[in-house]
């Protein structure tokens, strides 16, 4: 089978001719028919520090967003069949930790495996996943749209975290998740949406989307804009997608006092805040991170509200392309708005 896979700890990736994998007992063999570039995809190809530090064994398989028919399951697999159509989890817990046992499988710390990073990825014709990773697709989500419901949730876990249902947010940075975030934050009913970036066409599709204050940040002070808006008093929750410790420090000025701080962006090196005393101390300022998605009630959560039919993720489609067309797609990416697809 075709595949893309990371051989060497430097700027690269190649692609391979692979046996098709054999699933296990508890394991499905996947048929990918669609599958996503994310940032994370990139930073692996580029091999950034963030990605060095994790110390993944190599060669793998890269990517995790994606979609497929079921082509086997293995003995011991019980509630997914040949036929069904799935789409990817990309954490692999233990299922018996602590951590686990307690509602949070999810962040699983007891090695958990990480699809496209420790697992072999979905940048193939064919996945083998163990079954607690494969999520049905409902009729109604074609596999474009199924290869973003990854993303998807995790836009939902970040707002889970920022509950802005009667109150203000800010996003900041415009990428797919973030704009993920601006129109789920419309449909769970936030009074005040500010989106920030610095790309005046996603800014654009931010607006489209619903936020009620568009601000490119290359060109406007966003905490200014944020205290005129909301009257001095600071916007009520903040997502993160930056990364980027000015844009964060700045985060802590633009909130109001006991407001939420939701970490979604890499940060690729320690990370100092300023003011920690008075800026987050003393406000009693909620700080907090998320790492991909809930099992599975993220899942659960966006699907139903996918199935109101008041939100497309065809929105989310930049760019439809093959898997022989891999080099390009990392060359075009940072100027395609929304993902682009790898359509087998």
């Avoid at 599958?35 to 994370?40: G, Q």
């Avoid at 934050?185 to 619903?210: H, P, Q």
């Avoid at 006991?258 to 300022?285: D, Q, R």
């Amino acid at each position: 089978m075709k595949a893309i896979q990371k051989t060497a700890g430097k700027p690269g990736a190649q692609f391979v001719e692979l046996e098709i994998p054999r699933p296990g007992r508890n394991e499905v063999l996947v048929q990918v028919k669609a599958s996503a570039l994310c940032r994370s995809d990139v930073d692996v190809y580029e091999w950034t520090q963030l990605v060095q530090n994790a110390h993944y064994k190599l060669p793998f398989t890269m990517g995790h967003e994606f979609s497929g028919l079921v082509i086997e399951a293995g003995a011991d697999v019980k509630g997914i069949r040949a036929g069904d159509r799935v789409a990817g989890e990309t954490h692999i817990p233990c299922g018996c930790c602590n951590t686990c046992r307690t509602g949070n499988q999810h962040i699983c710390r007891n090695n958990m495996g990480v699809i496209g990073r420790s697992f072999d990825g979905c940048f193939a014709q064919y996945i083998k996943i163990p079954e607690i990773a494969a999520v049905k697709l409902p009729d109604s989500l074609t596999y474009r749209q199924g290869a973003l419901l990854e993303p998807f949730t995790t836009a939902m876990h970040a707002l889970s975290k920022a509950n802005p249902s009667g109150s203000s947010i800010a996003i900041l940075g415009m990428g797919t998740i973030g704009l993920m975030a601006v129109e789920l934050a419309k449909f769970l009913g936030s009074t005040k949406i500010f989106a920030m970036g610095n790309n005046e066409l996603r800014l654009a599709e931010s607006r489209r989307l619903g936020a009620d204050v568009a601000i490119n940040g290359s060109r406007e002070d966003f905490v200014q804009a944020i205290m005129r808006e909301t009257n001095g008093v600071g916007v009520a929750s903040i997502i993160d997608m930056t990364g980027n410790e000015d844009v964060i420090n700045k985060s802590v000025e633009a909130l109001k006092v006991a407001g939420t701080l939701v970490h979604v962006g890499m940060v690729p090196k320690p990370l100092t805040f300023n003011n920690y005393m008075y800026g987050v101390v003393y406000k009693e300022l909620n700080v907090t991170g998320i790492f991909g998605r809930r099992m599975f009630e993220s899942w659960e959560t966006v699907l139903s509200i996918l199935s109101t039919g008041r939100i497309g993720l065809d929105n989310y489609i930049g760019k439809v392309t093959e898997l022989e067309n891999f080099e390009q797609a990392i060359a075009d990416f940072r100027g395609v708005t929304g993902r682009i697809i790898f359509e087998l």
